[in-house]
């Protein structure tokens, strides 16, 4: 048995990652942390885990929880994260990060969006765990960087585009739109219940944390330096991104020849489904699950391409991913644990 | 294995059935029926399970399915439900059925609030399959009748007061709210997103087919005719019934008195939840699982006790509860398939 | 002109005064309030509001507010109500207030519930106001108390049947539930988006605030002392409260000749609407209006009456009713400013 | 008194209307017809116009409606609206069609994504009611073709870009979510609560039949052939439409200038709200009324502007332009019974 902290439990992406490690057959939950509920069962936190998960919420001790941890989950705020990361290594931890501390690779584009980075050393070590893209990577690291929510839905959405070479760089644009639960837990008013239901608007527009992330991705997959408009939006609903990603193609591809391609690049993948024929994807057919979506249409009059793709944030955006990057970095087959089967309604 | 059949596979009772059956390690789902969708994968019906369970629905033929399944699953329409249950028995099957046609024990009740009953013979049969309570008797059944989903939370609330005789029976009274999806999935102008979303009523005031089922069920637990005031609400969310139940102490007990004797009650019951002294249920912490948490108080200066329950209605109060009475009728453990953890948020 | 202020205008009972009270033509608003937003446009704060209201927030200044003002809304949480409020009447300002502070003619009562009374003096001067049944006290008064939004609704919905004494004041039961407004707009974590949406609970069981106002005004109605049990439920809506109220009838009567006794009550009342037949209001029918609508229900095999009424508790169960309140003591038209359509759906 | 009729008033257009007209100064609802709930009092249709507009609903019978109506509202399915509208108009009626008939001024356009027109004399005579664009040709029209929902947030968000020839036409994409209150109020399982709740889609991608009449209209700001992909989306609100535009600069322009142009060139328009700064809209804040609010941002890094345009489509987006424009037809003040503040939240 795997041995895993959860380090920041007491906010969404952790009660998830609890959900989903509860049920993994190789792995016991030795630790969850949470500063604002120190001595509280996390069932008590998060009633959903009452018989499932009742560990008490420790203080975020390295030293206590590297001895008797294997791997550790930080799901902290980005700058917190990197604080206790370092020494987690140190103490012989494997990490899975899911902040934004070590995604970025170059230190400076890193503290032109967030603050100064206390250790970019390790950046070159960290790995991007997107194991769609970076499997074999992976499998050896002891650090993974888990993949913000909204980079994950546009990444796969045009990977198979990108490395095929098939669109003009300069025409991308995604325009994209999460459930609330992104928000984080923490009470903000722009967060409460009257300011978000039967609402919806834009925000960040051009200026979004997530777009060097992006495009740091997007060139890799280019082999050129992509640059695009990231729109973010604000759904009324708890859990779902849906990303609409519009660009130029260089020749003409049918929809049913594009749909191919897609199925090709991403055979045996088990968390991608391409959607058959002209099929959408709508974010309640993957809720709680890791799965994602894609479908996508060419627009023969504006020569477009529109490639829609669809993710529950929490799970392939967040602990869903962690712990298939886990599965990965620990010999596990990689969809332990992950198998379940989305509830709809 | 366990060959069993999903009869009226497209609603939503339907594809939750499937949800769970997928997963259940002794069970293969060997047919799936739909008149609406004959010939349609279930998976096109449902995107959700695809890639889980692609099999093509059928029509309802009930010597071809029973030439295959061991145990049906009849998600039918009340009256649809009769008019093949006794066919699928004959032919040796097992069967679950989720309509109300064999919940009620007196027939001439039954043709008061449904119909003529075609099959009156097998109500002496069929056995009210509430597994909490009547465990015996559901081991050695052919036919269990699935209680309705209202009735469940209500029966659950109460059987511990009424069991032990500590309640006025006279002054019983159910204040039931329930998800949208216990409306199904057929096209009704009130069931449209417009029409609940952001609204809230009572119906069915005085006269809901559920009254009888939990007349009868609470008559047995208080061994003398009961009679109750059960009010549903319909709630704009998709999963979800919460019942207050409200009735006049004979003796005078503490919360936590009666919070000792419910633990009692239900001890070794998996699937009951009593919640820790005042705490009380919300429908989000059962949501896509088989629980049914209870929380209750005694309210010192009106001498009354208010117990609310909450389950969710697509699965104890439905698909859960259909399998955890398969997993007894065939000797399984009876948690198999149904260790869901609730999804939070 | 009457020239009002609204002192407290960033909670979300503030923004729906100046929303009612930007299209009332015989007043102007000279001043709002908040300490949040000091100094900011309250159209910053709710654009809504842009081009209808872009007074500056000010401070709360009684000598410079009285100075301006005939008449004060107070939208501000108890204990600061009271704390402003006789120094508002000093200076010869009427007062709506719409805090807990002066609905309680008891101040013992009061002191049990919330906290010491630093006016309790006023107490005994202060008129509760439900126009529907203290019209002719509201209008010569100088204070106001404008009532609780479930009381508003379980008060009309109860007081026919009390007024006649039709009811055996023992077995009174109001299950209310509440949209999530009710909670106000501070950040606090209960009511962010993902805690409420897709969730349903009751809370403050045999223990909420408003019971003792609820008690004391069926009370007066009965002429002698009414103990109920009060459940309140949070709805995931943004606005409205529905009670479903219980009462054992002393005498047969039918739903008709309940409907007729309702509408002869409430004849020429023009914001209570008693449903024809057996139809049972939504709250869905009421929003952003002053109606309280109402349906009931005879059952003749438990002997008791079920009363249904809903509000919109940000209008006529908070700012609507303030609004009538003043029209009464100013001697405007009743319904003035209040003739608003419910928008559907 | 202007008397008006509203054909099709069953639908959710036809209930704005009727919202709205009620309380026009200047108005007189003579007849409202419906074919599904004939002899039905409209307020029994929908509770919320009880006491407002109580008339019984009348078949559609043209002769007997003109000798009554001086103004005609036709809130008809495509086709049905132009077998009537022809005979309003030689009866005199002055006819604002809510349907799509008469909104593509060329034939071919309309029979290509339509059907076979059966009036298309009366296509050059019509006139496309956007006020804000076409206030001169609205004031003395007979007919007046009443944009559709999505192509109002669009056309009205990118006019002042193309007016002023600012930006690449090549380049153009709306990216629209719209509120389910668009689907109307037929029984489709597509509009169930349980299906679009909790749920985000895209559908009719670069297939939507509002497409050509954006780029009609479009085309004429840029007085040259435009094209654009337009994606709608499925938002789980009832009202409200969002269009994200994107479109290339042809010369460098701040946020800042880019905003000024827009306050220019919406001068005087009461309905149009251009944000301040770089605050982008919600329709939230729009709900209930007849306003546009716009914002917008220039992107320096990717030479793109992205234009935010909210409504509610069910008021600027139908039932409140269809009152702009008789308005301005019958020679009333634009805004009479239009002045509606959002209520919020």
Not at 38 to 64: M, N
Not at 187 to 214: D, M, W
Not at 240 to 245: D, K, Q, R
């Amino acid at each position: 048995m795997l041995k895993v902290a959860v380090v920041g439990a007491s906010g969404y992406t952790g009660v998830e990652l609890l959900r989903i490690l509860v049920s993994h057959p190789d792995v016991e939950i030795c630790c969850v942390t949470s500063r604002q509920h120190e001595c509280l069962p996390i069932s008590q936190v998060f009633p959903s885990l009452h018989g499932f998960c009742d560990l008490i919420c420790e203080p975020l001790d390295v030293t206590a929880i590297s001895a008797r941890a294997d791997l550790v989950f930080t799901a902290l705020p980005h700058k917190s994260a990197m604080e206790v990361i370092p020494d987690f290594l140190t103490a012989g931890c494997k990490v899975v990060d899911l902040s934004a501390d070590y995604r970025l690779r170059d230190q400076a584009v890193y503290e032109q969006w967030y603050q100064e980075h206390t250790s970019p050393d390790l950046l070159a070590e960290a790995v991007y765990g997107l194991p769609e893209l970076y499997r074999e990577q992976v499998a050896p690291a002891r650090l993974v960087a888990n993949p913000g929510c909204y980079p994950t839905s546009i990444i796969l959405g045009l990977a198979p585009l990108l490395k095929h070479g098939l669109i003009d760089i300069h025409t991308l644009i995604a325009d994209s739109k999460s459930g609330t639960s992104g928000a984080g837990r923490s009470a903000k008013q722009g967060s409460l219940f009257c300011e978000v239901n039967e609402g919806f608007k834009a925000y960040g527009v051009a200026a979004h944390r997530h777009t060097p992330e992006i495009e740091q991705e997007l060139s890799v997959l280019a082999t050129e330096g992509v640059q695009l408009n990231f729109t973010p939006h604000l759904l009324p609903v708890n859990r779902g991104i849906l990303s609409t990603c519009y660009a130029t193609l260089l020749e003409k591809l049918s929809s049913d020849e594009l749909n191919n391609l897609y199925r090709e690049f991403y055979a045996g993948e088990r968390f991608i489904r391409i959607l058959p024929g002209n099929d959408l994807p709508n974010v309640a057919y993957v809720r709680g699950t890791n799965f994602c979506d894609i479908g996508l249409v060419s627009d023969q009059r504006t020569g477009r391409v529109i490639v829609v793709s669809v993710i529950d944030n929490l799970v392939k955006g967040a602990a869903g991913q962690a712990v298939q990057n886990m599965n990965v970095m620990c010999g596990f087959q990689e969809t332990l644990g992950l198998e379940i089967v989305p509830a709809f309604p």
